[in-house]
Nanobody
Framework: VQLVESGGGLAQPGGSLRLSCAASGFTFSNYAMSWFRQAPGKGLEWVSG????????YRADSVKGRFTISRDSAKNTVYLQMNSLKPEDTALYYC?????????????????WGQGTQVTVSS
């Protein structure tokens, strides 16, 4: 199993970024996926999740109305569209594969993680 994130970088407050996570080594359409983040000096935080076929999505309150998760089974890729970025969104963002088909926000239900992509929001 391999998860490779990309798309991070420097954005100004109010700006946008789109993160991608390319998955391989497993049947992508059989598993829920999520994005997590870790800000400097803080613990890992669940950001957003999506079920196997993309019909249901979930977001943390801190990103509702600003971030949108999606997936493309033809490309084995999960995305995180981030709009109206705030300095407090600065973090290392990880995508993760759930251990099953059901959605969960619990860290211990995710069995594979990418290496992370850095997002910095600053003027």
């Amino acid at each position: 199993v391999q998860l490779v994130e990309s798309g991070g970088g420097l954005a100004q407050p109010g700006g946008s970024l789109r993160l991608s996570c390319a998955a391989s080594g497993f049947t992508f359409s059989n598993y829920a996926m999520s994005w997590f983040r870790q800000a400097p000096g803080k613990g890992l935080e669940w950001v957003s999740g999506i079920n196997t076929d993309g019909s249901s999505t979930y977001r943390a309150d801190s990103v509702k109305g600003r971030f949108t998760i999606s997936r493309d089974s033809a490309k084995n890729t999960v995305y995180l569209q981030m709009n109206s970025l705030k300095p407090e969104d600065t973090a290392l963002y990880y995508c993760a594969k759930a251990g099953g088909s059901g959605y969960t926000a619990a860290l211990n239900e995710y069995d594979y993680w990418g290496q992370g992509t850095q997002v910095t929001v600053s003027s």
